[in-house]
T-cell receptor, first 116, second 112 residues
Framework: DVKVTQSSRYLVKRTGEKVFLECVQD?????MFWYRQDPGLGLRLIYF???????EKGDIPEGYSVSREKKERFSLILESASTNQTSMYLC???????????????FGPGTRLTVL | GEDVEQSLFLSVREGDSSVINCTYT??????LYWYKQEPGAGLQLLTY?????DMKQDQRLTVLLNKKDKHLSLRIADTQTGDSAIYFC????????????FGTGTQLKVEL
């Protein structure tokens, strides 16, 4: 089974702190994604990566950066956390799109971040 | 642009059928997905349908796709309390790389 793990389930940080959210997948997937989930807004894509050292902006990249130094690990960084970044953060991974099953994404359990 | 919409809440009685609806705007969708999110957990894929299909059935789940109206639905037969969760539809599109666009999610509540 594909396993996607996230470093913390719950995190509380103060405004202005630098925050690292880590995600690791064990299925050698090329693609990795970071989303945030807010009530009534669904999942919004922050950043994604197709390969090591590659990154692409999603729909809401402002205030975030990412790092992918190894294939299995994708980190989300909040350079200076703000209260409006309080949210549930979900990491996902997938194989490249193929004709058999499209590009199913496998999700981690999520990190609930609270910024005070 | 891509936009995927769902109603926010649905309440059904145990044993009844649930129908969760989704509309999308991009006509170049290739695959459409239904994900389930239980409380405190990440999303799990329930089922998916290729855009050239009208229907897919998998045990208690039936997916219907009306490509002309850009409408997708998920029917859960004999709904159980364990089906209480948030259900997300998502689409992937031709030329969209490996991204999925998710709907807002529908909170399904199953009452006894």
């Amino acid at each position: 089974d594909v396993k996607v793990t996230q470093s913390s389930r719950y995190l509380v940080k103060r405004t202005g702190e630098k925050v690292f959210l880590e995600c690791v997948q064990d299925m050698d997937h090329e693609n990795m994604f970071w989303y945030r989930q807010d009530p009534g807004l669904g999942l919004r894509l922050i950043y994604f990566s197709y390969d090591v050292k590659m990154k692409e902006k999603g729909d809401i990249p402002e205030g975030y950066s990412v790092s992918r130094e190894k294939k299995e690990r994708f980190s989300l960084i909040l350079e200076s956390a703000s209260t409006n970044q309080t949210s549930m953060y979900l990491c996902a991974s997938s194989l490249p799109q193929n004709g058999k099953s499209g590009n199913e994404q496998f999700f981690g359990p999520g990190t609930r971040l609270t910024v005070l | 642009g891509e936009d995927v919409e769902q109603s926010l809440f649905l309440s059904v009685r145990e044993g009844d059928s649930s129908v969760i609806n989704c509309t999308y705007t991009d006509s170049s969708s290739t695959y459409l997905y239904w994900y389930k999110q239980e409380p405190g957990a990440g999303l799990q894929l329930l089922t998916y349908i290729f855009s050239n299909m009208d229907m897919k059935q998998d045990q208690r789940l039936t997916v219907l796709l009306n490509k002309k109206d850009k409408h997708l639905s998920l029917r859960i037969a004999d709904t159980q309390t364990g089906d209480s969760a948030i259900y997300f539809c998502a689409e992937s599109i031709t030329g969209g790389g490996n991204k999925l666009t998710f709907g807002t999610g529908t909170q399904l509540k199953v009452e006894l």
